[in-house]
């Protein structure tokens, strides 16, 4: 089901942090700045689909509810809020290197990795795992920015290196019949390859917090 980008404002205005006074959310445009606390769709550069989870669990591997990519656009389950491993703030930059989670609006689980099989490919299995008050480092992602860019901006390629297993965040055009039918993998693979690139596409960004 689709949701309003002011039913989503909404949202993520309801879960400020209450030091935060930027202006409010606005839905994200080309070449806005990524900051912590947004929601966004992550779009995979070679196919198109979105990042994409819901609660249905694998049938294999960890059981861990699946992670896929979804050919539409309009559609729920496929925001992610970026969210820090540290003590950075909502409406902060993120610069290329930072280690970020991203947490699945819908569920409230974490995009997370391991060496589990992923079900299509033998590949690292890709899963969301936990809650609003269980997270481990099986969450953390390092934020690479492809080209000369220094903090994460809608129009640039990204990849996303898993840090426990160092398995970039990938996907392909091999796609499930089963739980997901239409939808296609994702996993991990070690390698840097054309289909480990995604980039920042529909959202609810925070501005950037101004210095005091």
Known sequence: MA??????????????????TASPVSAASEGVQITYGSAIKLMHEKTKFRLHSHDVPYGSGSGQQSVTGFPGVDDANSYWMVRSTDSAKQGDPIKSGSIIRLQHMKTRK????????????????????????????????????EGSGKT???????????????????????????????????????????DNVWLAAEGVYFPVTESK
């Open 152 to 194: 994460w901006r809608q129009d640039q390629r990204i990849r996303l290196q898993h840090v426990d297993t160092g398995g970039y965040l990938h996907s392909h055009d091999k796609k499930y019949t089963r739980i997901a039918g239409g939808q296609q993998e994702v996993c991990g693979v070690k390698e840097k390859r054309p």
């Open 3 to 20: 949701i309003s980008f002011f039913g989503l404002a909404i949202f993520l205005f309801l879960t400020l942090d209450s030091d935060y």
């Open 110 to 145: 974490w995009l997370h990795s391991h060496l589990h099989a992923s079900p299509i490919s033998g590949n690292m299995e890709v899963s969301c795992f936990g809650d609003d008050n269980e997270s481990d480092t099986g969450d953390y992602w390092r934020l690479e920015i």
